[in-house]
């Protein structure tokens, strides 16, 4: 069992988070959620409150005593899904200035998988810059760019396209996302 941060923001694709605690959940690992402001109000509308149901922990994203602040903790990994622009601009400027950022920083100082979903379209130069910024830090930077020639016959197959590919640079064992890519050939 390992935990996980799972850092939710207000650009659109909620569902991707969702489905990435509800496999890590089904893994037996643990989701710490934090959500931004505008992400609460963003998950609520596009129906996706069945994360809180996938999630250990749920911070406060003022709150920088909660546990992931610190690189002390026993995290093995973070995501941010779906990236804002803000926080991928946020992180790539190191302002640590809420707790999903700081708990992001964290990762990056500590060595640790920093997954990080931009959802944008179309980017400027200075979304461009800061995903730059933020892969030559470390990061792992993988856009909201479902794949369609397995031809998924869901949107819950098509967002799984994503999903395993976050999964498998969070460090999630190869067989377990294996089972996430299965019903479209592999990762
Ligand atoms: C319905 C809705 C969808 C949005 N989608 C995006 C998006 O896909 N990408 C983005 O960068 N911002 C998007 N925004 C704007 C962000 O919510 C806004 O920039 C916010 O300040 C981000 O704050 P955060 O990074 O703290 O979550 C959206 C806002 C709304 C209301």
Known sequence: MSRFVLGVTGASGVVY???????LQRFGHEVTLIVTHPGKQV??????SALYGYSKDVCNVDDFFAECASGSADYAGMAVV????????RIAGGTSDNLLVR??????????PLVIVPREMPYNLIHIENMKRVAL???????????FYSKPATMEELVDTVVAKILKHLGVDATQVATVAHAWGGV
Do not use: F, H, N, W
């Open 82 to 89: 779906p990236c804002s622009m803000g926080t991928l601009g």
């Open 43 to 48: 998950l609520e509308y596009e129906g996706q």
């Open 137 to 147: 830090a470390g990061a792992v930077v993988i856009p909201a760019s479902p794949q």
């Open 103 to 112: 708990a992001a920083d964290v990762c990056l100082k500590e060595r640790r």
């Open 17 to 23: 988070a969702t489905r990435t605690a509800m496999y």
